[in-house]
């Protein structure tokens, strides 16, 4: 079975410019989290979906964060504009719901911004 | 404010020895635990987890520990193996298997385990 497939692995960007990520969830997965871990630090929840609906956005810093996740499948988290302090790891996971916290992780997409 | 600790960033063991990994935790709301592990350049893998419920559980080489009037938890792997060097992580949710339950969870810090042959 495939797991949590991101997309790209690595982006390097100029400050100022956009960016987006590509999260495709375990198949049969309706709770779809985006996490962002800074160097030597756990990860932290940016977003939660509950199928297509955002449940929890209360950490994604929306003047310049946006996530979707159309049809409640694949989900995409962009940053516009970049600044240098959002240079991460940026890592989606996926659970059969919020029931089960056994979240499966992606390998993550790593965002540096110069 | 930090609610899920780790306090030794990293540790060493030789191969063969039983590795002891710690988490202390805040806030008391929290009843389910997990373990991850993390390899360079991969995702972090689920490893383990506990219940408030319960104070121990094991799976194979791996047993996790829950003292809740401390709050603080460990994960001990024995015997250790160079296959476990990673970095890993202690997380922690609250309300789960309720209506309360938030899905989320707050990871430590994370701790590199190196295994020495």
């Known amino acids: 079975e495939a797991g949590v497939v991101q997309s790209p692995r690595y982006k390097i960007i100029e400050k100022k410019q956009p960016v987006a990520f590509w999260c495709n969830p375990i198949?049969?997965?309706?709770?779809l989290y985006w996490y962002r871990q800074n160097l030597g630090q756990g990860p932290e929840l940016l977003i939660r979906?509950?199928?297509?609906?955002?449940?929890?956005d209360s950490q994604l810093p929306k003047d310049r964060f946006s996530a979707e996740r159309l049809k409640g499948v694949d989900s995409t988290l962009k940053i516009q504009p970049a600044e240098l302090g959002d240079s991460a790891v940026y890592l989606c996971?996926?659970?059969?719901?919020?029931?089960?916290?056994?979240?499966?992780f992606g390998q993550g997409t790593r965002l540096t911004v110069v | 404010d930090q609610q899920v600790k780790q306090n030794s960033p990293s540790l060493s063991v030789q191969e063969g020895r039983i590795s002891i990994l710690n988490c202390d935790y805040t806030?008391?709301?929290?009843?389910?635990f997990l373990w991850y592990k993390k390899y360079p350049a991969e995702g972090p893998t689920f490893l383990i987890s506990?219940?408030?419920?319960?104070d121990k559980n094991e799976d194979g080489r791996f047993t996790v520990f829950l003292n809740k009037s401390a709050k603080h938890l460990s994960l001990h792997i024995v015997p250790s193996q160079p296959g476990d060097s990673a970095v890993y992580f202690c997380a922690a949710s609250s309300g789960r298997g309720g209506s309360s339950n938030t899905g989320k969870l707050i990871f430590g810090q994370g701790t590199t385990l190196q295994v020495k042959p």
């Open positions: 806030n008391s709301m929290f009843d389910y």
């Open positions: 198949s049969g997965h309706n709770t």
């Open positions: 506990i219940s408030s419920i319960k």
């Open positions: 979906y509950e199928n297509e609906e955002a449940v929890d």
């Open positions: 996971a996926s659970s059969l719901d919020s029931l089960n916290t056994e979240a499966f």
